[in-house]
């Protein structure tokens, strides 16, 4: 959808567009597929280097599209969003050079999501007087910030299960109110890795409503955030406001998700990834008796071999376009986590595509 509107539009308005984006491995390869041959559009996807599964790399990097540049940083996948935020926050370079935004941080894209959860409840119930919970693997917070516009929205959700795996700091806080990223050394590397992620693009959108809307009380939160490295909500009314929100959390291990895999597979015949997998160990768990619980499937299992073969002692099937994409030549530039030289990259492949064209 974000592809086709910006395209419809920049041909109207005789504009171009260059997106930014940060990806932990799944959204980022959607998003240039998404793009790829539009109109006057380029993207600029940074990804962590040597963090995502070998088909996650080869998904984006054998992508030989002219307007699609990936960009591995030398970090984890929150310093790759961070740097993102500060291009969009340097409103001199962001015009001049006409930077947009995709994936999580995107509005439009969250926007598209909340239709996932109206379409799972009329699947799932018979009338409207039917209450349904949602489980969903979360590292970004965007698919589940979505399901909250949906019920903010009227729709009749009991439950909003927030499923971490062991990068597990939204869980702390919906468990205990206090919000803590962990530092990279802190960081789990898992094998659900599109999860491993501490600090969720998409929570400020839920804090502003749970602080009344108030941006002022949003960013005195995230000005303690940047000074003491975390704040806590206990001692205030925002944490008596909380439950009013339907939310419950849990965590996932590497070896719940093998479990869980083996269990799918074992006594239904589906075969799902490891943070589909993290969704349902959650949601499981922390589903109300009677509700029927709907796991938002995030990933393909095909994606995931090595955890996949642990589990089961064979590879997933693959669509027939993706198989042996391992194999395909990749083009991908390695960058150290530096804002200037992702300014520098971003202008100098600008301005060269601009003299190809002129």
Known sequence: MLGNLFEYVLDKAGGELNILGA???DTGSAAEYAMRNKHNIRVFMLSPHGEM??????QMYS???LNIFNIAICGLFDEAQDMVKAVSGDHAFKEKYNIGTVNSINWARVLAQIVYYFK???AATKSNDEKVAFSVPSGNFGNICAGHIARMMGLP???LILATNENDVLNDFFRTGLYRPRTKSDTYRTSSPSMDISKASNFERFVFDLVGRDPAKVCDLWGRLDTAGSFDIRSTSFWDELPKFCFFSGKSTHLDRINVIRDLWKNYGVMVDTHTADGIKV??????HGVPLICLETA???KFDDVINEALGCNAERPGGLLHIEELPQRFEVMDANLETLKTYIADNIKIKNHAVG
């Not at 599964?53 to 080869?58: D, H």
């Open 63 to 65: 992508l030989q599209d």
């Open 283 to 288: 949601g499981l768990e922390q589903c109300h």
């Open 53 to 58: 599964s070998t088909f996650q790399r080869a």
């Open 23 to 25: 990806t932990s491995g």
């Open 300 to 302: 393909s299992p095909a």
């Open 120 to 122: 799972g409840y009329f």
């Open 157 to 159: 959700i009991d439950q």
